[in-house]
């Protein structure tokens, strides 16, 4: 019913920035909440960021609160995150996500998941 595909991973330094760029179709609804999860190398896939679909709602996990901002397109088919003062550990396989209803921080709520992006930052 949804797809998703993520662009914009890529190789950086300590401190730059970088925009991921996600793109939904075949959607049947409008309401759609998307978020942003990651996924470090060995270890369990976290969440990183939610927008609810009028975009009037955001969260931010702890740990990029600051330094990340989540962001939809004019269309509200498209997801952005803006990620700025990266460190080593941002390091990881990036995943776009939707799901029906409001925010919501948790892997098991969202239904619908991209194949995922990477980003590796170096120190």
């Known amino acids: 019913q949804v797809q998703l595909v993520e662009s914009g991973g890529g190789l950086v330094q300590a401190g730059a920035s970088l925009r991921l760029s996600c793109a939904a179709s075949?959607?049947?609804?409008?309401?759609?909440?998307m978020g942003w999860f990651r996924q470090p190398p060995g270890k369990e896939r976290e969440f990183v960021a939610t927008?609810?679909?009028?975009?009037?709602?955001?969260a931010y996990a702890e740990s990029v609160k600051g330094r990340f901002t989540i962001s939809r397109g004019n269309a509200k088919n498209t997801v952005y995150l803006q990620m700025n003062s990266l460190k080593p550990e941002d390091t990881a396989v990036y995943y776009c996500?939707?799901?029906?209803?409001?925010?919501?921080?948790?892997?098991?709520?969202?239904?619908?998941w991209g194949p995922g992006t990477q980003v590796i930052v170096s120190s």
């Open positions: 996500a939707a799901r029906v209803g409001g925010i919501y921080t948790d892997t098991s709520g969202y239904s619908y």
């Open positions: 075949g959607r049947t609804f409008t309401d759609y909440t």
């Open positions: 927008i609810s679909w009028r975009g009037g709602s955001t």
